[in-house]
């Protein structure tokens, strides 16, 4: 797949060794946890909740883009770590983005030829799922924040391309999959 | 994309068992999400100690984003300010001019009151601040309005204690941690603070709506009409937050329950006041002597 990738441009470097086995697995656990502690970290008090939950969008770039770079068990202790620092109830992530793995692997079985289109899709509900049974578990049914949350779904598919590249990216400098 | 080849286990054993495992391990933590979902609905505080541990070393990167965006914000912020200042100085001069005849009022105000206080011998307590930290951060992508304070346990702040900001209340101590408190702010949807009318003490609930207003609700009269720009006041009641912190004003007319808006806006802070409870719960009584 490098090959394919980088043969016929001028950094074409044939000889350099590829990441060692364990940095490259770690690689995708790493940038998912850096992607929900950014979403704590950013220095905002936000009175609306408009930010994309980071931490998920690169999940499950990873998950759709890079199918063997994170284990079918990952999103339970990745989604741990995001309900520690997302300032949802301790386990809604761990259920929802296991769910999410859960019916990726349906949709995989089912639709084996996909392309970048239909990975959007994919991830736009699964975003929404998320975001939506999150509201729901985290917040009384009278809480006025429904048209925020559609914004907030927006802008978290939106970004889903960018996340794509910046994936396609790490991949790329990861080498081949091990 | 090509479809993945490697659902195919081929004859090895040990690939056939650790690709089953996986799957037996990716149901089972969709599980094990459940159960805590269900233990952490029920008891909130139950993984505090976890959360704020994370907390503490978030903190310290928080601030220090904190301290970097306020510096380059301020770059601005100062250019503007020299352009203004004539003016300002101006306006600052007349609203001096304008409010002297007020001040003397009220100073003549406040010494009655003290007076007629300690003739009519009103114990009065005021609250006692704890610590001045700064809100670095907050869950800004769950619907609940949490916000991270710089300082915790080793700074003397304990969950429960009420904290405000210069204009007005920003909200309560929920969780704390060695060096980092999460705040629960007002605005957010479980947050509930007695408060009272400033025109005519009527005393009312402001609740919070999770889009950074809150609603304003009468509690014990029905068919209460609120006036736009109502002013309203926490009221002591419950013990929790001291009376007379500013808490909001009613945005629109209307009756029964009305928005408003916040005095306190917790971004725009520079310092967040944490104070003690105004009236902390009595210790419990000592155990009753066995009957001889």
New interface residues.
Partial sequence: MIDRVTRNTIDYRPFEPPLPPGRARALPWGSVLGAS?L????????????????GLIMLLTWRLLA??AL???A???L???D?????????????????C??AI?LI??RL????FWQ?WLIASGAIAFCLAI??W????I????DT??LA?IMVSVMLFPLSARLVAWIDRKRGPAQ | ????R??RTGFSRRRQYSTFL??V??????V??????????FN?P??SA??MG??SL?TP???G??VV?DAVLSVPRAIGTWFRVHGENADLRAEVKRTRAILTTARTVAYDNRRLRALLAVRERTPEPVVTAR??????????????LNAGRLQDVLPGMPVRGPSGLVGRVLETGPIAARVL?V?D??SLVPVRRTRDGMPAIAAG????RVDIRSVNATNVRFAKGDMFVTSGTGGLYAPGVPVAQVERAGADSVVAIPFA???A?DFALVERPFMPLPPSPPPRPAAP
């Avoid at chain 1, 979403?39 to 980071?54: E, F, G």
């Avoid at chain 1, 084996?112 to 392309?115: A, E, L, T």
């Avoid at chain 2, 709506?209 to 950074?212: A, E, P, T, Y």
């Fill in positions: 502690a979403t704590a970290v950013i220095p905002v008090v936000a009175s609306l909740p408009l930010m994309p939950p980071l199918r063997f284990r079918p068990w999103a339970a202790p989604g741990l770590f309900d520690l620092v997302s300032g949802q109830p301790l386990g809604s992530a761990v259920l929802l983005w296991s769910i793995f859960i692997d995989e079985q084996v030829f996909r392309d990975d999150g509201r578990i985290a917040l009384p009278g809480a006025h924040v925020v949350l907030q | 994309m090509a479809p993945a490697d659902r996986g799957y391990l990716a149901v089972a933590g969709a094990v999400g459940a159960v805590l979902l269900v233990v952490s609905t909130p139950a993984f976890l959360r994370v907390a978030t990167v928080a601030t984003l904190d965006t809100l670095v951060g907050s869950t800004a992508s769950s619907g609940r309005r949490f916000a991270l702010l605005t949807p479980e709506r999770g889009d950074g806006a917790p971004d802070l």
